[in-house]
């Protein structure tokens, strides 16, 4: 059980930064969270706040930068000299995959580790930084039980044919298929929207995470029914660099007529496409939105038809549509793309208020107008409570 000075500490471990969270007592209310950014390149910077926004702690390493086991004996460190009596009880970690066998959260041990470290291939550019400080802890607080929330499990239980390719058995039962991802966040929404709107509940939702990464998913009755992220995290719609859904067969021309290897192929659809790719300017969405450049225009036009599409398709999976809610950095702020989504969603019965949109304010709000057949919604992307919630089900359990 947890006593009132009880704290769940919440890890989103990213190639160049870890973010931690900290949740006390049994309502988990947040008490301070912060990041240490630029690891392994450049300099190294931390900052951490408390919930009124006050910084409580900085530090930027200016001789060499720091490592992701290096960053979190210095969290740990930090954590211990600002607890205030409190004690750690858990640490939840974000794990972007989870593969066919976690569909759900897991306590994180060595064997379960092993397990995952097998998965690595499948999200080769986030799964090894989301291990890294799980065994970092291990290391340096053995004590603190870990625990793993993953971005597939939301849509494990997806329906079969939502998760297939047209492939032979042979390759489908390799784990060869769709899994999905953002799921903490589709789950966080889907936790969400009742308690603001109780008759959606049951609803037809497609809720789209537009940040960096950026996906969408169908959700009826808060469970998932498709998503646009497939085998990894770069199907879908085009994201900050990432190319999003290609016709493979660009795959094969790119390495059969142009001689690239599978590292330029990989580099390319990675890091060199999506928002900053067609631009040539920036992956920022807040820089497009800016900058004057026909370039500009077309990355913003290109993401936001490309929505369009997939919310006719997710709409075609669910049989019809109740809502429509943004998160992530560009769907909770951005007037100028959700303004642009709900002209291409106008069909289906979408009518944005404009006063709504250009001023959501700060938590979840209603954007659509009092007799839009469809609801509209901005929900605040919150991972981290999710995951805190998890890790504080999975220890009462025990
Ligand atoms: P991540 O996926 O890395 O968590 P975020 O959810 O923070 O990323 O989203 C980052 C994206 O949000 C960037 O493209 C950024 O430009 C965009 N963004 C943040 N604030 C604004 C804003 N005021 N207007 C438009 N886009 C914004």
Not at 235 to 244: A, K, V
Not at 371 to 382: E, G, H, Q
């Amino acid at each position: 059980m947890m006593a009132p000075n009880d704290c769940v500490v919440v890890i989103n471990a990213g190639s160049s930064s870890i973010k931690f969270s900290l949740y006390e007592g049994a309502d988990l209310v947040p008490a301070m969270k912060g990041k240490v950014e630029n690891l392994n390149a450049g300099r190294t910077h931390f900052v951490a706040q408390d919930t009124s926004g006050n910084r409580i702690g900085e530090r930027t390493w200016t001789d060499a930068p720091l490592d992701h086991h290096g960053a979190m004996a210095f969290l740990i460190d930090f954590a211990e000299s600002h607890l205030a009596g409190r004690r750690v009880r858990a640490v939840g970690h974000r794990i972007v995959h989870g593969g066919t066998h976690y569909s759900g959260p897991q306590q994180l041990d060595e064997a379960v580790l092993a397990e995952l470290d097998k998965l690595i291939p499948l999200a080769p550019l986030h799964l090894r930084h989301n291990l890294a400080p799980v065994r970092a802890v291990a290391e340096l607080a053995p004590h603190v039980p870990q625990v793993g929330c993953f971005d597939t499990a939301f849509h494990a239980a997806q329906p079969p044919l939502a998760q297939a390719f047209a492939l032979p058995p042979s390759i489908t039962d390799l784990g060869i298929r769709r899994y999905g991802f953002h799921g903490l966040s589709y789950e966080y929404i889907a936790s969400q929207l009742p308690e603001a709107a109780p008759h959606l509940a049951q609803a037809k939702v497609v809720a789209a995470h537009l940040g960096n990464g950026a996906s969408m998913c169908a959700m009826a009755a808060g469970r998932s029914m498709a998503s646009t992220m497939g085998f990894t995290a770069v199907d879908g719609l085009p994201m900050g660099t990432r190319c999003g859904a290609l016709d493979p067969g660009v795959v094969l021309y790119l390495m059969d007529e142009l001689g690239m290897d599978v590292a330029a192929v990989q580099k390319l659809m990675y890091s060199q496409s999506g928002l900053l790719g067609v631009s040539g300017i920036s992956a920022d969405m807040r820089t497009l939105e800016q900058s004057d450049d026909p370039r500009a225009r077309l990355a913003i036009d290109l993401f936001v038809y490309r929505i369009g599409r997939e919310l006719g398709s997710l709409v075609a999976s669910l049989g019809g549509l109740d809502a429509l809610v943004f998160s992530g950095g560009i769907g909770e702020n951005s007037a100028l793309v959700r303004a642009a989504v709900c002209r291409e969603a106008a069909w289906l019965g979408v009518a944005l208020d404009d006063a709504a949109n250009a001023a959501p304010g700060d938590g979840m709000a209603r954007i659509s107008t009092a007799d839009s057949k469809v609801d509209v919604w901005v929900v605040p992307a919150n991972e981290e409570l999710m995951i805190a919630r998890h890790t504080l089900a999975l220890l009462q359990q025990e």
